[in-house]
């Protein structure tokens, strides 16, 4: 059974930095390419970034290039979401996703999702 725990959020105030950590079990880790997205109250779910399976490669969204940065670490089976300079629009329930695909920013190419983590920045 696979399973991707998120840990890290809470609330911060506007500049801030956090930490998110996903945990994965019951997958190849390194066969799966890892994505974070977010939702916020009343809006679609949002792409944030992802990483290829190796690590090497990086895509992000316009509104957190330059503030977070995604990395992995294939021997603890785990993705990190380091975000810094928060903004109050980064509030949101942050998601970690896994799939087959190598850096797709598309919410179908995600097989499996974690139950989230909340992330709410006060100005």
């Known amino acids: 059974q696979v399973q991707l725990v998120e840990s890290g959020g809470g609330p911060v105030q506007a500049g801030d930095s956090l930490r998110l950590s996903c945990a994965a079990s019951g997958l190849t880790f390194r066969s799966y390419g890892m994505g974070w997205f977010r939702q916020a109250p009343g809006k679609e779910r949002e792409f944030v970034a992802t990483?290829?399976?190796?690590?090497?490669?990086?895509i992000y969204s316009d509104s957190v290039k330059g503030r977070f940065t995604i990395s992995r670490d294939n021997a603890k089976n785990t993705v990190y979401l380091q975000m810094n300079s928060l903004k109050p629009e980064d509030t949101a329930v942050y998601y970690c996703a896994a799939g087959s695909y190598d850096l797709c920013s598309g919410y179908g190419c995600y097989d499996y999702w974690g139950q989230g983590t909340q992330v709410t920045v006060s100005s």
């Open positions: 990483i290829s399976k190796s690590g090497g490669n990086r």
